[in-house]
């Protein structure tokens, strides 16, 4: 599901629409596989209903916490860089997000560890002159990509801006 095209300005345009990277479910799937085969093996050894029913339970709180919660997370979770600004929204039931105008950028730096090297991905902070600070965005893919796009956006922020007050 795109990013409401109606919640953007008139002259506002997506340059890039984003989720986390693919990485942050290799942990949910794997306890997944684990869950439902350690499970599966334990529920099949115990001709006691009570240990059946305990063992279900258990591996549906697993299932819950551990596969279904990051899941979700990673499905709600939008990062979205328009020619005007950079969105963060996250959240299925209570969203939460956060704008930075490009305006108000003053530094973006990226940080990959030697995992994150070679699945292409890593943690974006942009600093901010306005009085909220840095925002860190984890887990974006193409991060290098992504942080030489936000400075060739800001840098045509700019000279758009100066262009309006010049004429006007």
């Not at 902070?125 to 990509?145: F, H, K, R, W, Y």
Request: glycine share 6%; charged share 25%; aromatic share 8%.
């Amino acid at each position: 599901m795109g990013y409401p095209k109606k919640l953007l300005a008139a002259d506002e345009s997506i340059v890039h629409e984003l989720r986390p990277h693919w990485r942050s479910l290799v942990t949910p799937v794997v306890v997944l596989l684990l869950t439902v085969g350690f499970g599966t093996y334990l529920l099949t050894r115990w001709d006691n209903t009570a240990y059946r029913w305990t063992i279900a339970a258990i591996m549906l709180l697993i299932l819950v916490i551990w596969v279904i919660r990051p899941f979700l997370y990673w499905l709600t979770t939008q990062y979205v860089i328009t020619d005007h600004r950079i969105i963060v929204r996250t959240g299925l039931i209570s969203r939460s997000g956060r704008d930075m105008p490009l305006s108000r950028v003053n530094d973006v730096s990226f940080r990959k560890t030697a995992l994150e090297r070679m699945l292409n991905c890593g943690t974006l902070m942009i600093e901010s002159a306005g009085t909220q600070g840095q925002l860190i965005i984890a887990s974006v893919p193409d991060v290098e990509d992504i942080q030489r796009e936000i400075y060739r956006l800001h840098d045509e922020d700019d000279d758009r801006r100066r262009g309006k007050y010049a004429q006007g």
